[in-house]
């Protein structure tokens, strides 16, 4: 499969704990995006990479979220003192091109369940 | 606040129903439109997009959406819906002068046989 991948597919973690979830987009986009999304609701922006670059990173991600992406390939997202309403499904998506009307590719996610 | 809204949260047809999904967003400039679906135990894919030249635009599986502007509108529609297009579609927007893209809540839609 040469789509985007995520790894793990589930996490189930207690409060307080950190969690690190991999992405790996397919093989020379050049951007990648990460999503949280939760049940009934669309995925919401968190940030994006170009290159290695982080470019943007939303309000809702807070002091308590990282996200790296070395060397322009895997990404990382890193959810330090987890708490119950981090529990939500973390989507990566990516994309090939400049522009904001570019077709974003999506992974199957990580689940969060934070206990 | 800008957003995208989808009044539609659960639309249930038989086949062979026409299909027309709503999709209003608030951003005042040029924006980007798209729609992307959620089949059943798969990842979002992107269904058609809108950015430029003919408002009408056509994607994959028979799908259409119409922007228009006027109206902050980019509606989805199918003239004969099969059981195959059970799903979760996504309206989403790019404003021109940002990156992200910004889903709406999404619609259920279940077609039955």
């Known amino acids: 499969d040469t789509g985007v991948s995520q790894d793990p597919r589930h996490k189930i973690t207690k409060r307080g704990q950190n969690v690190t979830f991999r992405c790996d987009p397919i093989?020379?986009?050049?951007?990648l995006y990460w999503y949280r999304q939760t049940l009934g609701q669309g995925p919401e922006f968190l940030t994006y990479f170009q290159n290695e670059a982080q470019l943007e990173k939303s309000r809702l991600l807070s002091d308590r979220f990282s996200a790296e992406r070395p060397k322009g390939s895997f990404s990382t997202l890193e959810i330090q003192r987890t708490e119950q309403g981090d529990s939500a499904m973390y989507l990566c998506?990516?994309?090939?091109?400049?522009?904001?009307?570019?077709?974003?590719?999506f992974g199957s996610g990580t689940q969060l369940s934070v206990l | 606040a800008q957003s995208v809204s989808q009044h539609n949260h659960h639309v249930i047809l038989s086949e062979a129903a026409s299909l027309e999904l709503g999709c209003n967003y608030s951003y005042g400039g040029t924006v980007n439109l798209f729609w992307y679906v959620q089949y059943p135990g798969q990842h979002l894919q992107l269904l058609l997009k809108?950015?430029?030249?003919?408002?009408l635009v056509k994607g994959i599986k028979g799908f259409e959406a119409e922007f228009i502007k006027s109206k902050f509108s980019f509606n989805l529609r199918k003239p004969s819906v099969q059981w195959s297009d059970t799903a979760e579609y996504f309206c989403?927007?790019?404003?021109?002068?940002?990156?992200?893209?910004?889903f709406g809540t999404g619609t259920r839609l279940q077609v039955f046989p």
């Open positions: 093989s020379e986009h050049n951007r």
């Open positions: 998506a990516s994309s090939l091109g400049d522009s904001n009307n570019e077709k974003l590719f």
């Open positions: 809108y950015f430029s030249g003919d408002p």
């Open positions: 989403a927007v790019t404003p021109y002068n940002t990156d992200k893209l910004i």
